[in-house]
Nanobody, 119 residues
Framework: VQLVESGGGLVQTGGSLRLSCAAS????????MTWYRQAPGKQRELVAG???????NYADSVKGRFTISRDNARKTVSLQMSSLKPEDTAVYYC??????????????WGQGTQVTVSS
């Protein structure tokens, strides 16, 4: 099982970016999918999560600016980020609780994608 993120980059304050994460492998089901981020010198923090049924939760710092969505058939999760601020600069990681026939349900992480917001 593998999670691969894409869509990071450099953007100016107030701009937008869309991150995507795709799961691959022999997957029975993907439960909650979550985006985390880690800025230099800081702990990794939850940004937004979405359950298989589509229920979402967001960090207070991104509410109203970020939107998480998923496509269960394509095994993808996306994070639409708008009104970006310099404090959103971080490496963004995709996390998913994935069920396989062999291993049951386990958390998996992507490799991370850099988002840099210039002031």
């Amino acid at each position: 099982v593998q999670l691969v993120e894409s869509g990071g980059g450099l953007v100016q304050t107030g701009g937008s970016l869309r991150l995507s994460c795709a799961a691959s492998g022999i997957i029975f089901k993907i439960e909650t999918m979550t985006w985390y981020r880690q800025a230099p010198g800081k702990q990794r923090e939850l940004v937004a999560g979405i359950t298989y049924g589509g229920s979402t939760n967001y960090a207070d710092s991104v509410k109203g600016r970020f939107t998480i969505s998923r496509d269960n058939a394509r095994k993808t999760v996306s994070l639409q980020m708008s009104s970006l601020k310099p404090e959103d600069t971080a490496v963004y990681y995709c996390n998913a609780d994935i069920t396989t026939i062999l291993t049951g349900t386990e958390p998996y992480w992507g490799q991370g994608t850099q988002v840099t917001v210039s002031s």
